[in-house]
C-alpha cells in the first residue's frame, strides 16, 4: 500500500517562480491497483511522481510504503522499490548500447554491488522471456543498438526496463503520448497485461480519455494541489 499523508510541495525555491504545487494532498492505493492520475497542465502530475520516487522532496507531510515510513529515503534507496517510465522512450534507453545491455543497465541498477544475483546465460534467458511478452521480434535482436528501434518498440522496452526488479510501484508519466495512436493502444494493453499479470501497483498519468474508462480500476484528479 502506498500512502500519502498530507503532503506540502513546493517548487522552484528561492527563484521568482517558486510555487506551492502540492497542498495538503492525501492519497491511498491498494495494493494491485491499476489507477489512472488526470489533471490540468501545470497542475503538478510529475511533481507528485517526483516526491513520490524521490527526486523532489517535502515541505511536510509522510510518503508510507507498505508499514514503512520512506519520507527520508533518498532517490536510490527508492529505486528498488518504486520504478518510473516517461514520456520521451529516449530518455530511459541509451541509444548508443544494444538491447541487452540496456536491460542489463536496468538489472545492475537496483542489484547490491558486488552480489550480481544472474549469470550470463541466466541473464541472457531472463532477457529473452522478458522481450517475447512484447511480441515484438525483440528477443532476436538483443545485440541491435536501441537507437534503430521505432519510437514505440523504445517505449515498449523501457517499461520491461522498468519492470526488470520487483518494484512495489510503477510510476508512468505520458507514456504513450508520444506515439502514433496504434503504438499508443499496443503499449496500453501491455501495460494492462503487466500490471494485471505481475499485480504491480501502477499510477498512471494520461489524457486520454479511452484511458480512463477502459483500463484501470480508479481515476484520480489533481487539481488545486489536491487529489479529487
Ligand atoms: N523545478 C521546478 N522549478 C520551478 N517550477 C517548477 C519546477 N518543477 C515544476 N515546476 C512548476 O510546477 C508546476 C507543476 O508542474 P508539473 O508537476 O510538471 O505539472 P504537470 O505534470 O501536472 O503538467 C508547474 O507550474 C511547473 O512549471
Ligand atoms: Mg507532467
Known amino acids: 500500500m502506498l500512502k500519502l499523508k498530507d503532503v506540502n510541495v ?30 490540468g497542465n501545470g497542475a503538478g502530475k510529475s511533481t507528485l511522481f517526483n516526491v513520490i520516487s524521490g527526486a523532489t522532496p517535502l515541505d511536510s507531510g509522510k510518503i508510507i510504503l507498505d508499514q514503512t515510513d520512506i519520507t527520508t529515503w533518498s532517490l536510490a534507496k527508492r529505486v528498488k522499490n518504486i ?9 530511459a534507453t541509451i541509444g548508443n548500447m544494444t538491447i541487452e545491455e540496456n536491460l ?32 515484438m521480434g525483440l528477443e532476436n ?21 522498468a519492470l526488470m526488479t520487483e518494484s512495489k510501484i510503477l510510476l508512468l508519466d505520458e507514456i504513450t503520448a508520444a506515439l502514433d495512436p496504434t503504438m499508443a493502444q499496443m503499449i ?23 484511458h480512463m474508462t477502459g483500463y484501470s480500476n480508479r481515476t484520480l484528479r489533481l487539481e488545486n494541489g489536491q487529489i479529487h
Open 10 to 39: 513546493t517548487v522552484g525555491r528561492g527563484s521568482t517562480l517558486e510555487r506551492q504545487v502540492l497542498t495538503n494532498l492525501n492519497l491511498v492505493i491498494d495494493p494491485g491497483e491499476f489507477v489512472i492520475l488526470i489533471g
Open 104 to 135: 542489463s543497465f536496468a538489472l545492475k541498477r537496483t542489484e547490491t554491488r558486488g552480489l550480481s544475483l544472474h549469470k550470463n546465460k541466466q541473464r541472457r534467458d531472463l532477457f529473452r522471456e522478458k522481450l517475447t511478452l512484447l511480441n
Open 83 to 91: 520504478a518510473k517510465v516517461l514520456q520521451d522512450p529516449r530518455l
Open 141 to 161: 535482436r538483443m545485440n541491435e543498438l536501441t537507437s534503430n528501434l521505432s519510437g514505440g518498440q523504445r517505449q515498449a522496452l523501457s517499461l520491461i526496463m
Open 188 to 210: 496500453m494493453d501491455l501495460t494492462t497485461r503487466i500490471v494485471t499479470d505481475e499485480k504491480r501497483t501502477t499510477i498512471m498519468i494520461t489524457h486520454n480519455t479511452t
